[in-house]
């Protein structure tokens, strides 16, 4: 089972594109590191998308046909 992990929104600290309505909070989804892929292919295949693989395969940020953004992580590549 993947673990979670909540963490509070950033405002205005974060380098991806502001979200209207701002989102109050951040859900990650920690999974084994050959997990990630197959992980963000599912969402994608359910309707979400890709906000930024910037830092993959240490994490994915996706986001919900809502807009709600989330994280699919991994112990990779984490210094």
């Keep these: ?3 979670l992990w909540f963490q509070k ?5 974060s380098t991806l594109p502001p979200q209207e309505p701002e989102q109050r ?3 990650d989804v920690w999974v ?3 997990e990630g892929e197959r992980r963000l292919e599912a969402v994608l295949a ?4 890709l906000v930024s693989d910037a830092e993959a395969p ?6 919900d ?11 990779l590549d984490r210094g």
């Design 1 to 3: 089972m993947p673990g």
């Design 9 to 13: 929104g950033e405002r205005g600290e």
């Design 25 to 27: 909070w951040h859900f």
């Design 32 to 34: 084994p590191h050959d």
């Design 46 to 49: 359910a309707g979400g998308r």
């Design 58 to 63: 240490s994490f994915w940020v996706v986001e």
């Design 65 to 75: 046909a809502d807009g709600n953004r989330s994280c699919i992580c991994t112990p």
